[in-house]
């Protein structure tokens, strides 16, 4: 762009920051949505930490290409972009959950057609974006780490009262073979 319209400008700049600090984007074509329709979907979304918005091919191009980041391919048509990163409370937005909102949301309204997407820098294709839903939620991954964390121990906690363990039952047994009284 020669001269640049300052709104351009501040679209790309947008846009490029968007992606820069965004964990993932996913880029979406919603061809034949209606407004309730695309108003339902920002919500889900904004539940799970992620933001829908609308830009225009051109200035998505710019600020990819700003960022070394290849999206030409995907660039085609009516396009959106949901872009997962910190919801307003602070927390990470869950990029599975938002991937498994968007692949549920294409079930039930297939207009919206997911096309790829961004992971971190990298570029990935249609099948990768599926493939995010897939994904174990960010709860369900901790639950996990926490219960492989908790075992082993679970297990030495058990292994370092074994012993003391055993004695009071060898003392108790030894009680119970005398007729349950103690001697002096």
């Given at each position: 762009?020669?001269?640049?319209?300052?709104?351009?400008?501040?679209?790309?700049?947008?846009?490029?920051?968007?992606?820069?600090?965004?964990?993932?984007?996913?880029?979406?074509?919603?061809?034949?949505?209606?407004?309730?329709?695309?108003?339902?979907?920002?919500r889900q979304l904004r539940d799970q930490g992620g933001e829908y918005r609308v830009y225009k091919n051109t200035l998505v191009r710019i600020a990819a290409n700003n960022l070394d980041i290849e999206l030409d391919d995907l660039l085609v048509g009516p396009t959106a972009i949901a872009f997962v990163g910190a919801k307003a409370d602070g927390s990470a937005g869950d990029i599975a959950a938002v991937a498994k909102a968007l692949r549920g949301f294409?079930?039930?309204?297939?207009?919206?057609?997911?096309?790829?997407?961004?992971?971190?820098?990298?570029?990935?294709?249609?099948?990768?974006?599926?493939?995010?839903?897939?994904?174990?939620?960010?709860?369900?991954?901790?639950?996990?780490?926490?219960?492989?964390?908790?075992?082993?121990?679970?297990?030495?906690a058990s292994l370092l009262a074994a012993p003391a363990r055993d004695i009071v039952y060898a003392v108790q047994a030894l009680i119970d073979k005398q007729g349950g009284e103690v001697a002096a």
């Open positions: 762009m020669d001269n640049p319209k300052p709104e351009k400008v501040e679209v790309v700049a947008e846009v490029q920051a968007k992606l820069a600090s965004a964990e993932a984007a996913i880029i979406t074509e919603y061809r034949g949505m209606t407004v309730a329709q695309m108003s339902g979907l920002r294409a079930r039930e309204v297939p207009a919206l057609v997911i096309k790829g997407g961004v992971l971190g820098t990298r570029t990935i294709d249609a099948e990768g974006a599926r493939a995010l839903a897939d994904l174990p939620s960010r709860e369900q991954v901790l639950a996990q780490f926490a219960g492989l964390l908790e075992a082993p121990l679970s297990q030495l």
